[in-house]
């Protein structure tokens, strides 16, 4: 889809682009580091990927980092995996997450919004007020530079807090929401060995509590590494015996003191969806993910000091840590816990109201839901502080968009983002700037060279290739957890395409320089030679207004034959008849082509998805060959482990 085929939905003004940061950023980067003063966007993004070391040293300096020892030159060794940056420098994550308390020491640095939809607020001083206590009660603990610390938390002010004393005293963070069961947790936790767990007794969802005593019991039992555990009582019990009282830890008034680490020293650790296999244990950096960070928030999404980001999201998905990084820019952060449609489907949009967000972000599935449920966010709120509107987890079908802009308000920046959980960013996104197309990503991320390649490593362009960035960005992985000869890191991303990271998305890079997401090129259909991205047909498919969701998957045969199924889950009330089933096929063959029809439409109790919400395609297809449950796919993965089980059977019965 080129720029003459479609008028673009929405384009910025003059004062909007002249007083983006990423606009005053070119203006002063063009005076001190060489970047181009003229050409927009394009050029600054050119000039980001060409002069590497050039843009990253810009970066630090606009954003005023601290170095408490200066770095030696901006880039070491540049070769992927393995990229060295900032050797020499020491700094401290939490140090910049909260300097804004010296300037605006009583403003709201946090909004914590239950399902009531109150926003509570946290001003920066008591923020910062309680991680000095807290770091302190942790090296009291004998926490020292590199031990682990786990919370099994939702998304509320504790969680921000013990995050960021976790990392003033340069202790390795990470976390998983509630809704993990048991094992899911020890799967990640047990990895990494913590030495301090935080933990709730259970958490308000739906408008029900949920006692979660007896899976801290478990996760306590089954972690020996464990020298405290601390109780916050979020639904009043009392602490269990050998437990650590929160409020205890944090009453004290103590200035935060910031262990100076190496640029390179372990911020936390994330993890994949583990559908398949055990979950992967993704270190990032402390100086890696603050220069992305402050990047991505400060020039990509254009936050400051005067506004108020509100992201949809759990403890247990990388846009949590992602959200807390809005304190870098010294942003009003908004923690909602609390299911996304209690108690009606328009519950975000009403947090949004409440909270005077500025950039709301979402998933794509929320916004279709949203339209599906004939929800009128304009209409019904005052949205008027919303400048952005962003959306991910799966790419934003072109109706999306087009909801976004008839219902919420025609000159709104839409902006879809498609990054990872592997780099916690963005590769393609929002640009305050540029303007943006139905179905596309703006353009891809500064100092990211994101390129599409066909199988050969060739770029492309208006075709669908690999995802691939071709130089290493700060916030990529310095190791997996327990890889101590990094081959399971480079079988991960550079195993096709050596010294490159190929990331597993279909892409098409367009000529006006946005991108279009397929899906996932691990679960690609290729029928008759022609690779086709998943993500084309949901949109398609879930247009239909009995079509809660589907699935599909392309199954190469033993016989060399290929059968390629379409599962659809319908709304209450729907049924798939001929007439339905006629539609269905008629629509993928207009909309998309004859090629994408799928050799059969069975309707199915519920899609699969990964706990942070993501179709799973993979283990679906392995089950449909015949590998067994177990073997197919991580149990404690899956959101619903019954819905598996349909398709076990039904691959026993087509073997049959």
Known sequence: MTSAQTEPLWQPDEERIAT???????????????????????ALHRWSVEELEAFWRAVAEWFD??????????????????????????LNYAEHALRAADERPHDAALLHVDETHEPTPVTWAELRRQVGSLAAELRALGVRPGDRVSGYLPNVPQSVVALLATAAVGGVWTSCAPDFGARSVLDRFQQVEPVVLFTVDGYRYGGKEHDRRDTVAELRAELPTLRAVVHIPLLGTPAPEGTLVWDDLVAADTEPVYEQVPFSHPLWVLYSSGTTGLPKAIVQSQGGILVEHVKQLGLHCDLGPEDVFFWYTSTGWMMWNFLVSGLLTGTTIVLYDGSPGYPDTAAQWRVAERTGATLYGTSAAYVMACAKADVHPGRDFDLSAVKCVATTGSPLPPDGFRWLHDEVRDNLWIASVSGGTDVCSCFAGAVPTLPVHVGELQAAGLGTDLQAWDPSGKPVIDEVGELVVTNPMPSMPIHFWNDPDGSRYRDS????????????????????????IHGRSDSTLNRQGVRMGSADIYEAVERLPEIRESLVIGLEEPDGGYWMPLFVHLVEGAVLDEELITRIKRTIRSELSPRHVPDEIIEVPGVPHTLTGKRIEVPVKRLLQGTPLAKAVNAGSVDDLGLLHFYETLAVNRRA
Do not use: N
């Open 20 to 42: 983006a940061a990423v606009t005053r950023f070119q203006s002063w980067a063009a005076e001190h580091h060489g970047a181009p003063a003229e050409g927009g966007y394009p």
């Open 65 to 90: 980092l601290r170095f408490s020892t200066p770095y030696e030159r901006v880039l070491g060794d540049r070769s992927m995996p393995g990229a060295d940056w900032f050797p020499g420098a020491t």
């Open 493 to 516: 991303y550079f195993e096709m395409f050596p010294g490159v990271w190929r990331h597993g998305d279909w892409i098409t890079i367009t000529d006006h320089g946005s991108v279009v």
